[in-house]
């Protein structure tokens, strides 16, 4: 099992950045990636970023350039810095974790909020 804490939501300006966190705790040891999923009212959940145990990382096109998502190994961390956000950036953001099972855990979500 593994648990998964998100933190860092907020309502910013468009322009504006954010930071999200997510905690893992549990069988840490068996992930093979983590990343980021966010899900608009009336569209399905997509990726945002991925980082695998190894450092490779994968961004949506839509966030390229905007976005980095980095790791931390030693705090069982992951964060996903956000700049130049967009009202279209505006969803609820879901912290994933992948083992090398194939079993996908997901934490509960941090909204963001892109708004003049």
């Known amino acids: 099992q593994v648990q998964l804490v998100e933190s860092g939501g907020g309502l910013v300006q468009p322009g504006g950045s954010l930071r999200l966190s997510c905690a893992a705790s549990?069988?840490?040891?068996?992930?093979?990636?983590m990343g980021w999923y966010r899900q608009a009212p009336g569209k399905q959940r997509d990726l945002v970023a991925r980082?695998?145990?190894?450092?490779?990382?994968t961004y949506a096109d839509s966030v390229k350039g905007r976005f980095t998502i980095s790791r931390d190994n030693a705090k069982n961390m992951v964060y996903l810095q956000m700049n130049s956000l967009e009202p279209e950036d505006t969803a609820v953001y879901y912290c994933?974790?992948?083992?090398?099972?194939?079993?996908?855990?997901w934490g509960q979500g941090t909204q963001v909020t892109v708004s003049s």
């Open positions: 994933d974790a992948l083992t090398v099972y194939s079993v996908r855990y």
């Open positions: 549990g069988t840490i040891g068996s992930l093979r990636a």
């Open positions: 980082i695998t145990s190894g450092g490779a990382t």
